[in-house]
């Protein structure tokens, strides 16, 4: 019934910057948490950020000062900026919301590549 929705992914070089949205619709009664996750091939996939209900956010170290994850004014999306992209950051970029009284929802991904 719950659904969320990744777009905005692609291939940028390094230095670039990427805007990714995330849209949440279906039977979503309360939002906790949203945040964004990313797996690299042959890797364990990974938090990036975090934003509660409230607006507090948290990022992981890699990431700071680089990224930044911001909602719409309606709470029905999530946004994920990056600048500063690197290498290493090239992932598949995940969408979680922790909903409806502490359910984890994913979307299915959408591709980040970093290459020159």
Excluded at 8 to 29: H, K, N, T, W, Y
Excluded at 47 to 62: F, R
């Amino acid at each position: 019934q719950v659904q969320l929705v990744e777009s905005g992914g692609g291939l940028v070089q390094p230095g670039g910057s990427l805007r990714l949205s995330c849209a949440a619709s279906g039977s979503i009664f309360s939002i906790h948490v949203m945040g964004w996750y990313r797996q690299a091939p042959g890797k364990q996939r990974e938090l990036v950020a975090t934003i509660v209900n409230g607006g507090t956010t948290n990022y992981a170290d890699s990431v700071k000062g680089r990224f930044t994850i911001s909602r719409d004014s309606a709470k029905t999306a999530v946004y994920l900026q990056m600048n500063s992209l690197k290498p290493e950051d090239t992932a598949v970029y995940y969408c979680n919301g922790l909903l409806n009284g502490g359910i984890n929802y994913w979307g299915r991904g959408t591709q980040v590549t970093v290459s020159s």
